[in-house]
């Protein structure tokens, strides 16, 4: 296969201009109030609904978001999934209910959530390393549990299986048996963000359905030697079946002088035993499970939110083009850019004069990865063949409200994405957000995969 696409990237033919427009964007939400899609798996498993949060109408950023909600997508109709029972906001806010992920295997979401008001006192407001996830059932019953269990005492250690700081962008393997998250400390603030995984297990802490491990040793910020990993973050999973998480490192270069930003995967057996992490203590750093290993795939920058096809057999990623400009590249999984066999080495996939946007997704079939640029959205054809590298606009660049958040449907048929638009409520007036923006919408455009095979024809 990576023969036939490194031959095939010498024949592409890239559309640099809008070229075919396949279909119309269509706004499906109209309420008077944010609706962010924050770039995570916020389809349902059957494609008949969207999960969002509702940030920054009252303050900035995720800790003013006061609600999870779902829309029907043929109907519109709006559904709050949970709100907590109080809130502050403003530049101090709490709690924070934000980045909701459906299940796809149950009718459940994901989402982080901050401190309750009674708890600030002892804990603080909402932070990065002052959250936890939360599961609710999305079905608007508002019934929910706890998937991971905060503990940041100090005089013992940290109860096993629990964290000590915050998880963030919770991501369900697409057999949900695992969930994958960026990380934060609060007792040991000397390392930088990380990335971690949970999973359902009879020794969960107490009042939690998962147990909790990094999947990065940890090695204090300044401290790395040539070659080692002081950050990680832009991690997704690869594959079904949880046994690969792609994440962008910050690694110190071979030489020592400096740092440089890499694609990694974690192998994750599917035997691993997560109790076998030591959750770490207050002067104590946490560690990954024993059988966790790391594969360095790329030595020259590799940025952004990384992806992995549903089969597992590649990763696309944002890399530095000889232009200069930022594309799409596309790795096998188990390849790496100084491996011998050109098979196994990253190809350029994108051409895009002005560099491809965020908002990378796989189309399921594994033959077409979407992005925006120019503020369009694009589809790139990535199947091995003759087609390899050729890009077609679905949504035409254009100067209007940025386009982001992209996310792609479970059957690849459909793309949703956020825009701000001018938003009126029942009497007409004119609602804007609590810095005088308007509101943050959702827009849909099919995708024409005529062949079935996920390539735009």
């Known amino acids: 296969m990576g023969v036939q696409i490194a031959m095939a990237a010498a024949v592409v033919v890239i559309l640099t201009s809008p070229g075919a427009v396949f279909a119309e964007e269509r706004q499906i939400t109209f309420s008077p ?3 962010h899609l924050d770039n995570n798996d916020n389809f349902s498993s059957d494609g008949g609904f969207l ?66 008001i009674e708890e600030i006192p002892e804990r603080g407001y909402y932070a ?19 998937l991971d269990k905060r503990d940041v005492a100090t005089a013992r250690d940290t109860i096993p299986g629990a964290h000590r700081g915050g998880t963030h962008r919770h991501e369900y393997s697409l057999d949900g048996k695992r969930i994958g998250f960026t990380y934060d400390d609060w007792l040991l603030p000397q390392y930088d963000r ?20 990094i999947l990065v040793p940890v090695v204090p910020k300044g401290m790395a030697k040539p070659g080692e990993i002081e950050r990680a973050l832009g991690d997704s999973w690869v594959g079904r079946h949880g046994l690969m998480r792609a994440f962008i490192g910050t690694v110190r270069t071979e030489d020592g002088a400096g740092y440089e930003e890499s694609l990694f995967v974690v192998d994750i057996p599917p035997d691993v035993d997560i109790t076998t992490a030591d959750s770490g203590s207050a002067t104590r750093f946490p560690s990954v499970p024993r059988g966790i290993t790391i594969r360095r795939l790329t030595h020259t920058r590799a940025a952004g939110i990384v992806r992995g096809t549903v089969e597992g057999d590649r990763i696309a990623y944002y890399g530095t083009a000889a232009d200069g400009t930022l594309q799409l590249f596309i790795i096998p999984s188990d390849g790496s850019d100084r491996d011998p066999s050109p098979a196994k080495r990253p190809v350029q996939a994108t051409r895009f004069r002005d560099g491809a946007g965020p908002g990378l997704r796989w189309h399921p079939s594994g033959n077409t990865v979407f992005c925006i640029s120019g503020n369009g959205v694009a589809a790139t054809c990535v199947k091995p063949g003759p087609h390899f590298g050729k890009t077609v606009f679905l949504v035409p660049p254009d100067d209007g409200p940025e386009r982001f958040a992209l996310v792609c449907s479970p059957d690849g048929k459909r793309l949703a994405f956020n825009k701000a638009v001018p938003t009126f409520d029942a009497r007409g007036n004119r609602i804007r957000t609590y810095n005088g923006k308007d509101c943050v919408q959702i827009f849909m455009v099919d995708f024409p995969d005529t062949e079935g095979d996920g390539v735009a024809d």
């Open 33 to 35: 109030k944010n609706h």
């Open 51 to 116: 999960c969002y949060d509702t940030r920054e109408m009252f303050g900035p950023s995720i800790e003013n978001s006061q609600s999870i909600e779902k829309i029907a997508i043929e109907t519109s109709e709006e559904t709050v999934l949970y709100a907590p029972p109080a809130s502050v906001t403003g530049v101090q806010a709490a709690p924070g209910v934000a980045a909701a992920s459906y299940s796809p295997v149950e009718n459940k979401v994901a989402f982080i959530h901050g401190p309750f």
């Open 128 to 146: 990065k390393p002052n959250r936890c996830g939360m599961e609710v059932v999305a079905d608007g019953s508002g019934r929910c549990v706890w």
């Open 194 to 213: 990380t990335i971690g995984y949970m999973e359902k297990h009879p020794k969960a802490p107490e009042g939690t359905t998962h147990y909790f491990a």
